[in-house]
């Protein structure tokens, strides 16, 4: 593994006043400048900006959500990487910050741009930390949470192996309280309903909740990528883990061995990017779902759902309203509509260009 993208919960960062934990932060990085030696690339993924600025300021009055969010977060990013700056440089290293939106990801040529920036930054070992840029991210347009951008981040880089660092030891086949309750070592694919499982419950100070970081962590999985969850408050967790010390407790979901290309990991991260609805008759949707890649034809479309410019983003459904998978479309959706049951005509979405789920 010589690339590896960490991603470092709330829960880990932070002591349950909401101050930052300058011990395990300091822990982690002489970990992560340890694997950097062995000439491994890093790219952190860190929460904890909204909890370090909460800790920091005491407001006069009630702030709604959205303005506490905004507040915290601005004070509390610059004291956080500030705090990273200052611990790597202590190893002779430098980091840098790499503030993204879930817009950002949208457009092809932003994710293409953010991902050239942090290629530039790792070509001349530099850490990106990367973090959601929280002041202008509100509602509809945040991430689910910082899992949600490490699997997109994991997957724009390429890297050999997501580590996501919680606050428990990785998934339990039932209560982690109960004393009968044992980790699950591996996870093969999306296939295994992990729902009986796991915890719907958020963290103390972060968004994300176990149920979230499962979802993510199969469809990394699925594009060629190892995913652990891991308990970041774990002395020596990040060698251990990179050592496949057996000793080490964790849930790792193994790799599907089938190749995805690049812009299909793009795509598959873009759902919540979509700007509107193909729907399908059964012939097309058997032909979509059978052995043999086919792409979405306008023969087989009953409706367009939305307003798309050509190369945005549509989510693809059944007869029955059941999403089918998401999709790069060739055409705006006022051609589309126009071209409705046509045949002989180019695909609305071609294979190369659609990832089912």
Same mark, same amino acid.
């Given at each position: 593994?010589?690339?590896?993208?960490? =991603?470092?919960?709330?829960?880990?960062?932070?002591?349950?006043?909401?101050?930052?934990?300058?011990?395990?932060?300091?822990?982690?990085?002489?970990?992560?400048?340890?694997?950097?030696?062995?000439?491994?690339?890093?790219?952190?993924?860190?929460?904890?900006?909204?909890?370090?600025?909460?800790?920091?300021?005491?407001?006069?009055?009630?702030?709604?959500?959205?303005?506490?969010?905004?507040?915290?977060?601005?004070?509390?990013?610059?004291?956080?990487?500030?705090?990273?700056?200052?611990?790597?440089? !202590?190893?002779?290293?430098?980091?840098?910050?790499?503030?993204?939106?879930?817009?950002?990801?949208?457009?092809?040529?932003?994710?293409?741009?953010?991902?050239?920036?942090?290629?530039?930054?790792?070509?001349?070992?530099?850490?990106?930390?990367?973090?959601?840029?929280?002041?202008?991210?509100?509602?509809?347009?945040?991430?689910?949470?910082?899992? !949600?951008?490490?699997?997109?981040?994991?997957?724009?880089?390429?890297?050999?192996?997501?580590?996501?660092?919680?606050?428990?030891?990785?998934?339990?086949?039932?209560?982690?309280?109960?004393?009968?309750?044992?980790?699950?070592?591996?996870?093969?694919?999306?296939?295994?309903?992990?729902?009986?499982?796991?915890?719907?419950?958020?963290?103390?100070?972060?968004?994300?909740?176990?149920?979230?970081?499962?979802?993510?962590?199969?469809?990394?999985?699925?594009?060629?990528?190892?995913?652990?969850?891991?308990?970041?408050? =774990? !002395?020596?967790?990040?060698?251990?883990?990179?050592?496949?010390? =057996?000793?080490?407790?964790?849930?790792?979901?193994?790799?599907?061995?089938?190749?995805?290309?690049?812009?299909?990991?793009?795509?598959?991260?873009?759902?919540?990017?979509?700007?509107?609805?193909?729907?399908?008759?059964?012939?097309?949707?058997?032909?979509?779902?059978?052995?043999?890649?086919?792409?979405?034809?306008?023969?087989?479309?009953?409706?367009?759902?939305?307003?798309?410019? =050509?190369?945005?983003?549509?989510?693809?459904?059944?007869?029955?309203?059941?999403?089918?998978?998401?999709?790069?479309?060739?055409?705006?959706?006022?051609?589309?509509?126009?071209?409705?049951?046509?045949?002989?005509?180019?695909?609305?979405?071609?294979?190369?260009?659609?990832?089912?789920?």
């Amino acid at each position: 593994m010589n690339r590896l993208a960490i =991603k470092i919960g709330s829960n880990v960062l932070t002591r349950k006043d909401g101050t930052l934990d300058i011990t395990r932060m300091s822990a982690l990085v002489d970990q992560i400048a340890e694997l950097h030696t062995q000439g491994v690339e890093i790219i952190l993924i860190s929460s904890g900006a909204v909890a370090s600025g909460r800790s920091e300021i005491k407001v006069d009055k009630k702030l709604d959500s959205v303005s506490a969010r905004q507040l915290y977060s601005a004070v509390g990013q610059a004291k956080l990487i500030n705090r990273y700056y200052e611990l790597f440089r !202590e190893h002779g290293m430098v980091c840098g910050q790499v503030l993204t939106t879930k817009e950002s990801f949208g457009s092809r040529t932003h994710y293409l741009n953010q991902k050239h920036c942090m290629e530039v930054m790792l070509e001349n070992k530099v850490i990106p930390i990367v973090n959601e840029n929280d002041t202008i991210s509100v509602t509809e347009l945040m991430f689910t949470d910082n899992d !949600e951008l490490s699997g997109l981040i994991a997957t724009m880089m390429s890297v050999n192996a997501l580590i996501i660092l919680s606050n428990i030891e990785g998934i339990y086949n039932g209560n982690p309280a109960s004393p009968t309750s044992t980790v699950i070592r591996e996870i093969h694919g999306r296939k295994e309903d992990l729902s009986e499982y796991v915890q719907t419950g958020k963290s103390s100070f972060g968004r994300g909740g176990m149920l979230t970081k499962c979802s993510i962590a199969q469809k990394v999985a699925d594009e060629g990528i190892t995913v652990f969850i891991a308990d970041g408050k =774990k !002395e020596n967790i990040l060698l251990n883990l990179f050592s496949n010390s =057996k000793d080490t407790i964790c849930t790792r979901f193994i790799p599907s061995e089938k190749p995805v290309s690049n812009i299909k990991k793009w795509i598959a991260h873009s759902e919540g990017f979509a700007k509107g609805e193909v729907h399908i008759n059964k012939g097309a949707e058997k032909a979509l779902l059978g052995p043999k890649a086919t792409s979405v034809l306008l023969v087989g479309v009953t409706d367009i759902k939305g307003d798309f410019e =050509k190369d945005d983003i549509v989510k693809i459904y059944n007869e029955t309203g059941h999403q089918l998978g998401v999709g790069c479309v060739s055409y705006t959706s006022e051609e589309a509509r126009s071209l409705i049951g046509y045949r002989d005509k180019k695909p609305l979405i071609h294979y190369d260009y659609l990832y089912l789920d």
